[in-house]
C-alpha cells in the first residue's frame, strides 16, 4: 500500500525545503516528518529510504524546471532565443519559490563520497535532459556540431548553478554572453 497523494505531496513540500537548502546529511528524517505532520511508518510505506525521498523530491524538481524551460522555449520565435532560451528559466526558476541556494542536483550527489544508487540515477537523468534537450534546440542553430555545443553550454549553465554559491541571486549575464561567443564560434 502506497501513501495518499496529498500526504506524498507534503512529504515532497517538507523534503524540498529541507533537503535542498540546508542539505541532506544536515536534515534529519524527523524533521521532515514534523514538518509534513506524517509518521514514520506513512513515510516509509511511501518511500524506503531517505535517499529514495531525495530522489523522489529531485525527479519533482526536475519535472518542475523542465515545464519552467518549456515555458520559457515557447516564448522565443527564433531559433537561437529557443536555444538561449535556458537562461530565461533559469533565472525565472532560481527566483521561484523553489530556487534554492544552487543547483539540488549538483548539491546532491556532492552530499555523499559515494552517491546512493537512486539519487545518482536522478542526477544521471537530469543531466541527460540538460544534453539532449540542448542538442535539440542547437541542431538549427549549429547543425552537425550541436552535440559540442550542447556539451559547451551545460557546462556554462552548471557554472551558473555552482555561481550561486559564491553570490546569493547570481544571474546569468555572463553565462549568455558566453554562450553567444560559443554559439558564434560554431557558426562562423
Same mark, same amino acid.
Given at each position: 500500500?502506497?501513501?495518499?497523494? $496529498?500526504?506524498e505531496? *507534503?512529504?515532497?513540500?517538507?523534503?524540498?525545503?529541507?533537503?535542498? @537548502?540546508?542539505?541532506?546529511a544536515?536534515t534529519? &528524517?524527523?524533521?521532515?516528518?514534523?514538518?509534513? +505532520?506524517?509518521?514514520?511508518?506513512?513515510? !516509509?510505506?511511501?518511500?524506503?529510504? $531517505?535517499?529514495?525521498?531525495? /530522489?523522489?523530491?529531485?525527479?519533482?524538481?526536475h $519535472?518542475?524546471?523542465?515545464?519552467?524551460?518549456?515555458? /520559457?522555449?515557447e516564448?522565443q520565435? @527564433?531559433?537561437?532565443? *529557443?536555444l538561449l532560451?535556458?537562461?530565461?528559466?533559469?533565472?525565472?526558476?532560481?527566483?521561484?519559490?523553489?530556487g534554492?541556494r544552487?543547483?539540488?542536483?549538483? +548539491?546532491?550527489?556532492?552530499? !555523499? =563520497?559515494?552517491?546512493?544508487a537512486e539519487?545518482?540515477?536522478?542526477?544521471?537523468a537530469?543531466? @541527460?535532459?540538460?544534453?539532449?534537450?540542448?542538442?535539440?534546440?542547437?541542431?538549427?542553430?549549429? +547543425?552537425?556540431?550541436?552535440?559540442? %555545443? =550542447?556539451?559547451?553550454? %551545460?557546462? &556554462?549553465?552548471?557554472?551558473? %548553478?555552482?555561481?550561486?554559491?559564491?553570490?546569493?541571486?547570481?544571474?546569468? @549575464?555572463?553565462?549568455?554572453?558566453? =554562450?553567444?561567443?560559443l554559439?558564434?564560434?560554431?557558426? /562562423?
Open positions: 500500500m502506497g501513501i495518499r497523494s $496529498k500526504t505531496e *507534503k512529504l515532497l513540500d517538507a523534503a524540498d525545503e529541507f533537503f535542498f @537548502t540546508r542539505g541532506i544536515a534529519p &528524517v524527523d524533521v521532515i516528518l514534523d514538518r509534513a +505532520g506524517v509518521s514514520a511508518a506513512t513515510l !516509509y510505506r511511501g518511500y524506503p529510504s $531517505k535517499e529514495a525521498l531525495v /530522489a523522489a523530491a529531485l525527479t519533482r524538481r $519535472k518542475a524546471w523542465l515545464a519552467a524551460w518549456d515555458q /520559457a522555449i516564448r520565435a @527564433t531559433a537561437r532565443g *529557443k532560451a535556458v537562461f530565461d528559466a533559469l533565472d525565472e526558476f532560481m527566483a521561484g519559490p523553489g534554492a544552487w543547483c539540488a542536483f549538483l +548539491g546532491s550527489a556532492a552530499e !555523499y =563520497a559515494d552517491t546512493p539519487i545518482l540515477e536522478v542526477v544521471r537530469d543531466t @541527460t535532459s540538460f544534453q539532449t534537450r540542448l542538442a535539440e534546440f542547437a541542431v538549427p542553430v549549429v +547543425g552537425r556540431q550541436a552535440q559540442a %555545443l =550542447a556539451e559547451e553550454l %551545460l557546462l &556554462v549553465v552548471t557554472g551558473v %548553478l555552482a555561481m550561486r554559491l559564491r553570490e546569493a541571486g547570481h544571474g546569468t @549575464t555572463t553565462a549568455r554572453r558566453v =554562450a553567444s561567443f554559439i558564434e564560434a560554431r557558426t /562562423a
